[in-house]
């Protein structure tokens, strides 16, 4: 049987180190805003190339909390369009509604997945003031481009790297393109904690500065409130845990690509499409997504041969009931690419043996 992603032998590589620095934090009385997420902080702004970074309780409210900081800033105003690719994961298009701003909605480049900046150009109108690509399976957007397009027009580029802790191009890590960027360390991100935690990292003081009072009531200091803020903290077991698991992600990253790289070698399929990488672009696969026109067929084959196989994702944003007034649009790539993807097991603790076998079982199949 091959698991999708073994997230228990993943953890339990670590078992001991995770427990000692659990112990700590439970030794030391603090749990809340202290030295583990000062250390996490400086560790991951450090490996991002950033001089920020702002821990949060997760993913999601990284994003949040960054667009709602442009609008405490007056860099965004009520209304204002974002634009962001159709085929994201639903979390990057809900944090702009979140906030009372506009998504507006772009096709992905065919061959990455990515937002196309091409695409991105096109949907640019009057109102828009920013653009959030998504570091889609864990290969960077073409973000020379984007952030030249952003550039010419005065826009600011909030990264959504929820997929793609440390993935570069030309060595410039994921986080450290845009003005600011969100990360989710959820358990099954290739950075995970062992339960949800978040964080944003960027450049900018001010940002910066308005994120920690953001995450914190609004407040710098106790029971002065700047701001509305909410409470969405990233508390210090996490963080311990994270700055463990940060110490192993380059390692981990390595087995990935060499995962990678037996499926791109070994798959040979005519009804099944290859991931495409850039040259340039140092992907960290958090996913291996095929594409294939049958995909019930092929998973449920892989299936009988004990692989597991997940798809992301099924139904595309703009399709799903939370957005049913955009229930008329069509975007048809990113339609075709929510009915033809497939993820193949990836994870740090799958062997290359596995992975051998599960290239050898799509060879097999038979259309
Ligand atoms: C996981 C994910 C998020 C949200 O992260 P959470 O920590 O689950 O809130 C946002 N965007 C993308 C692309 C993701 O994959």
Redesign the pocket.
């Known amino acids: 049987m091959t698991p999708f992603l073994d997230l228990k032998s993943i953890n339990a590589q670590y078992r001991s180190e995770l427990i000692e620095a659990c112990t700590r934090v439970i030794d030391s009385g603090w749990y809340i805003g202290g030295n583990e997420l000062t250390q996490f902080e400086q560790k991951f702004a450090a490996y991002c190339g950033t001089t920020h970074c702002i821990g949060v309780a ?4 990284a ?1 949040i909390l960054t667009l709602r900081a442009w609008l405490e800033l007056g860099r965004l105003q009520p209304g204002d369009e974002i634009i962001v690719p159709a085929n ?2 639903i ?2 298009i809900l944090a702009i509604s979140a906030n009372g701003l506009t998504p507006v909605l772009a096709e992905p480049d065919a061959a990455s997945f990515n937002l196309s900046p091409a695409n991105a150009r096109a949907a640019i109108t009057a109102r828009t003031r920013a653009i959030l690509p ?1 570091h ?1 399976y864990g290969q960077l957007a073409d973000m020379p481009a984007i952030m030249a397009l952003a550039r010419e027009h005065g826009l600011l580029v909030l990264e ?1 790297a ?2 793609a802790h440390g993935a570069s191009i030309s060595g410039k890590r994921a986080g450290s393109w845009g003005d600011a960027a ?1 990360f ?3 358990p099954g ?1 290739n950075l995970g904690a062992l339960g ?1 935690a ?1 964080a944003i990292t960027t450049h900018d003081d001010q940002l910066a500065q308005t994120l920690r009072a953001l995450r914190n009531y609004g407040s710098h200091e106790k029971y002065k409130n700047l701001f509305k803020g909410i409470n969405s903290r990233l508390d210090e077991i996490q963080a311990a845990m994270l700055c463990v698991k940060l110490s192993k992600l380059e390692l981990e990253t390595q087995h990935r690509r060499a995962l990678a790289a037996i499926y791109l070698q070994n798959i040979h399929h005519p009804g099944v499409q290859l991931p495409q990488v850039a040259s340039s672009v140092q992907h960290v696969w958090h996913l291996f997504v095929i594409r294939t026109q049958q995909r019930a067929a092929l998973q449920q084959h892989l299936a009988t041969q004990g692989i597991q196989t997940l798809i992301h994702y099924p139904i595309p944003p703009h399709q799903q009931q939370a957005y049913q007034e955009w229930s008329g649009r069509s975007y048809p790539l990113t339609e075709a690419m929510h009915r033809e993807v497939l993820s193949l097991p990836m994870g740090p603790t799958l062997s290359e043996e596995a992975a051998l076998r599960a290239a050898a079982a799509v060879n097999g199949f038979n259309a």
């Open positions: 997760n993913g999601l409210d994003l994201t994961y979390a990057s998504v889609l959504d929820a997929q969100g989710s360390f959820y991100k949800d978040g």
